[in-house]
């Protein structure tokens, strides 16, 4: 069934983390999501999201924006999440609404707003493919709209797929563009359907993991990392078939990738020991770089620290942030410099 009311997606917000505007304390935000490495602490920011002139992040329940230039942060509104798709069209979500802006977050008007049927606790995590087409994850539901915010559809659970009939969890959702959305769940599915009238499909890859990330160079090229050793696979069909991608370590968790229009990826990933008794190492936790679509793959940043999230933001810019410290690249990931400690934000 599908619901049109705005009334009724607001009665339904729960206090649910999970998919794309990079929510650190979970597993997701948009391109290049989760920040969920097992063996990192909780952090200090609980939302992340790169530009080329700076980051948004939220901290303490409130949203800042740290410039690069001057190298402050400022703070701009109380906030849970945030989700910028390029420097002036964002999103964040408060306790009672969903905003935007179009103009780098010098206005912010709102998409939802309060109201008598709203529950106190607002908690979807909105990602956009554009101005006109995004989603919002309240739980296991996904609620779609095609009109800047004004109408939402519930388009999962639908009666093609349901976490049931699945025997799995909706953990993300991704757009490449605006013509698909993809949703990566636990248990190895993942499920794509057009983003106008449609039904889902199942495309899912057959291994018993959760999918943490997902990042497409166009809508036939993408890659997913998995968790409990699964690693990282690939797809050329849209993800008809997928191949399993040999990267630097033989078993390993693949919390984050992200890929610009050249096909140069960027993933973080962790090695899984191999036994109780194999000691963590420094290296367990790095950046891989391929710059030939995903067939072979070199480290190219380690800190000691757990990494948790990597962004392109263009061809040239990536950023990626670690357990205590925010990293940017100039030259498409190849180099490295630190930005900020996370304890001076």
Not at 188 to 198: A, N, Y
Not at 275 to 295: C, E, F, G, N, Y
Not at 321 to 333: F, H, K, L, Q, T
Request: charged share 20%.
């Amino acid at each position: 069934r599908i619901y049109k009311s705005r009334l009724y997606l607001l009665s339904v917000f729960l206090l649910s983390w999970g998919c794309s505007g990079t929510n650190l304390s979970s597993t997701a935000v948009q391109e290049g999501q989760p920040l969920s490495s097992t063996v990192a602490e909780t952090p200090t920011i609980s939302s992340f999201s790169p530009t080329r002139n700076g980051f948004w992040f939220v901290k303490n329940a409130h949203l800042y924006f740290f410039d690069l230039k001057t190298g402050q942060s400022v703070e701009k509104k109380p906030a849970e999440n945030v989700s910028f798709r390029d420097e002036n069209l964002g999103w964040y979500g408060d306790r009672a609404s969903l905003w935007s802006t179009r103009d780098g977050g010098e206005h912010w008007e709102p998409i939802l707003a309060s109201g008598e049927h709203l529950v106190s606790s607002f908690g979807g995590i909105p990602l956009f493919a554009s101005s006109r087409v995004g989603s919002i994850r309240t739980g296991s539901e996904i609620w779609l709209t095609v009109d800047e915010g004004r109408d939402w559809s519930l388009i999962y659970p639908s009666s093609d797929f349901s976490s049931s009939t699945l025997d799995a969890y909706p953990n993300q959702v991704y757009f490449f563009d605006e013509s698909v959305i993809w949703l990566l769940m636990t248990n190895g599915r993942v499920l794509r359907r057009p983003v106008g009238e449609g039904t889902w499909s199942d495309v899912s890859i057959g291994e018993k993991a959760d999918l943490m990330s997902i990042s497409c160079r166009d809508t036939n090229n993408c890659l997913v990392g998995m968790n409990v050793g699964a690693g990282m696979h690939l797809s050329s069909d849209g993800g008809k078939s997928w191949s399993r991608v040999k990267t630097i370590f033989p078993s390993s968790n693949v919390f984050s990738i992200s890929m610009n229009s050249s096909g140069i990826a960027l993933a973080v990933e962790e090695r899984i020991p191999n036994s109780p008794h194999d000691k963590p190492q420094h290296d367990d936790s790095v950046l891989i770089r391929s710059t030939d679509r995903a067939k072979s793959w070199v480290k190219v940043f380690s800190n000691g620290e757990p990494l948790r999230e990597v962004h392109f933001v263009g061809d040239r810019t990536a950023w990626v942030i670690s357990r205590d410290s925010v990293y940017m690249s100039e030259d498409a990931g190849n180099t490295w410099k630190n930005v900020v400690e996370l304890n001076r934000l």
